[in-house]
């Protein structure tokens, strides 16, 4: 009787060791004022396209498009990797890398342009891409094949403000030690940041 309770012990203890495996990695929420993009250092937003990767050891990254979170990994390998996490369109909601359904149309607008949306479900995904009457339907193996290219009318943020002039924001680092940002030479508009001098 006291082996087959000690067996039993042994049995639950195992189960509950395997069950937690698949629980090991959690994402974690975006914290917009601090955390910064992994592959392109751009604020993250706490949005639908915010992606995680959980490292072996831990770590957390974080990026603004799914396009940064595949740049990152073919620039450092998976091998370090835990665990890959996105967000659902419609819910916000973060669902395994694996299990998610992704839809792809250039023109679909992505925080750098990659133009990638990810779905908890497919019949969600197909949804969507009915009501958008354009797009097409990704696995999350169909990824690994998948071109990547940004959409350049859309994708990284360039420092021009078009305002009936040149608009450029230049800035020059003065004799002073500040900095001065001159918003083009049509409106004169000048901002001094001063600091300690050098």
């Known amino acids: 009787m006291r082996k087959q309770g000690l067996m039993i012990m042994t049995v639950a203890a195992l189960t509950g060791v ?3 495996c698949g629980s090991k990695y959690q994402p974690v929420s975006i914290q917009e004022d601090v955390d910064k993009c992994g592959n392109c250092n751009m604020q993250v937003a706490d949005n639908a396209f915010s992606t995680e990767i959980i490292l072996k050891d831990g770590k957390t ?3 603004d498009d799914l396009g940064c979170l595949n ?14 996490f996105v967000r659902d369109y419609s819910s916000k909601a973060w669902v395994p890398l694996k299990d998610a359904t992704y839809v792809y149309d250039k023109s679909f607008k992505t925080p750098m342009g990659f133009g990638v949306e990810s779905f908890k479900d497919k019949q969600a995904a197909e949804k969507y891409l009915s009501e958008q009457g354009k797009g097409k339907l990704m696995s999350a193996k169909d990824l690994g094949t998948h071109t990547w290219e940004k959409n350049k009318e859309q994708g990284d943020m360039k420092m021009k403000m078009d305002q009936g002039g040149s608009g450029e924001m230049k800035m020059d680092q003065g004799s002073t030690g500040g900095m001065k940002m001159d918003q083009g030479s049509t409106d004169g508009k000048k901002m001094d940041m001063k600091g300690s001098g050098q």
Do not use: I, R
């Not at 990152?72 to 390998?77: L, M």
């Open 18 to 20: 395997l069950s937690g």
């Open 61 to 63: 990254l974080k990026f």
């Open 71 to 84: 740049k990152w990994e073919k620039t450092n390998g998976v091998e370090q990797v835990g665990a890959e």
